[in-house]
Structures are given as C-alpha cells and as structure tokens.
C-alpha cells in the first residue's frame, strides 16, 4: 500500500461554518420574532433575549472573523501547522477527524505544549489538493497510535 503524499493545504475563515452560525443566529431571532407575535405584551424577558440574541450572533460573527489561517503541512511523517504566529511551523502532535462532510472537515490539531485548535478544512479552498489532504489525514489515522512520549521524540528527532 502507498503512503498518502506530501500535501500542503490552506486553513482559514469557512464559509460552512459563517452558514451554520448565521443558520443558528437565524433560529435564534425567528423565536424572538415568535415571541413577541404571540406574547400577550412586550416584557423584560423578551428584551432580554433580544439581548441574548444580538449578544450570541456578535460573538460568533468575532469568533468566525479571528479564526485562524495558515497552512497544514504534511510531509508524509509528520503533521505541521505554519500561520502568523508559528511561521517557521510548529509540529503537529496530534491531528483528528471531528467531523466529515465529505467537502468540508473540522479538524481537531493539537502541539507539543498540548495546546488544541479546531480548524475547518473546505473543498473549495483548493479542489486539487483536496483528496491529497484526505488521504493523509486518514492514513494518519490508521497508523497505530504512538505513545505521547514516543510522538514526542519521534518530532524531536
């Protein structure tokens, strides 16, 4: 069996998931909107969750607008994330699959100072190189998983 290839992919803002927060924000005003048709008069609680709401879609549109961006590398050994803060690339100790949509993943990365970061990976970001990065990602997975103090020298070396 063939080892997945060298990739490079781009990481960053997902239009999947600026969907599926402004999809959420959406249901949240439409009971706000529910409430205030068929409440008997405008009280504290209804502005209180117009606050909620308008609060709750404010930190996602922050939240989605300071996602990270950068570049998972795969060199067919190891996994390396390089953004802004990590130019020269920080090794990867551990990657996992969360979610799989077929053209989108959310994937779960985590350094060697154990710090995670959750990142979505899209189709659309750079077609060609897509079935590349899938395939490594799930070769990854189906290697036997290594000890962290193994992992750990095994980046070291």
């Given at each position: 069996m063939h080892s997945a290839p060298p990739v490079a992919y781009p990481l960053g803002r997902s239009s999947f998931q600026a969907c599926g927060l402004l999809g959420f924000w959406l249901a949240g005003a439409a009971v706000w909107v529910l409430c205030a048709i068929f409440a008997p008069g405008l009280s504290w609680r209804l502005w209180l969750l117009?606050?909620?709401?308008?609060?709750?879609?404010?930190?996602?549109?922050?939240?989605?607008?300071?996602?990270?961006?950068?570049?998972?590398?795969?060199?067919?050994?190891?996994?390396?994330?390089e953004s802004l803060a990590y130019k020269a690339g920080t090794?990867?100790?551990?990657?996992?699959?969360?979610?799989?949509?077929?053209?989108?993943l959310l994937l779960r990365l985590e350094n060697q100072d154990h710090a995670r970061l959750w990142l979505w990976a899209e189709r659309s970001a750079m077609p060609e190189r897509w079935l590349d990065l899938r395939r490594a990602v799930y070769e990854h997975r189906r290697l036997s998983?290594?000890?962290?103090?193994?992992?750990a020298q095994l980046l070291s070396a």
């Open positions: 117009a606050g909620a709401v308008l609060v709750a879609g404010c930190a996602a549109a922050w939240g989605w607008r300071h996602s990270p961006l950068g570049l998972l590398r795969w060199d067919a050994q190891c996994w390396h994330w090794p990867v100790l551990a990657l996992s699959v969360a979610l799989d949509f077929q053209r989108v998983p290594l000890s962290v103090d193994a992992r």
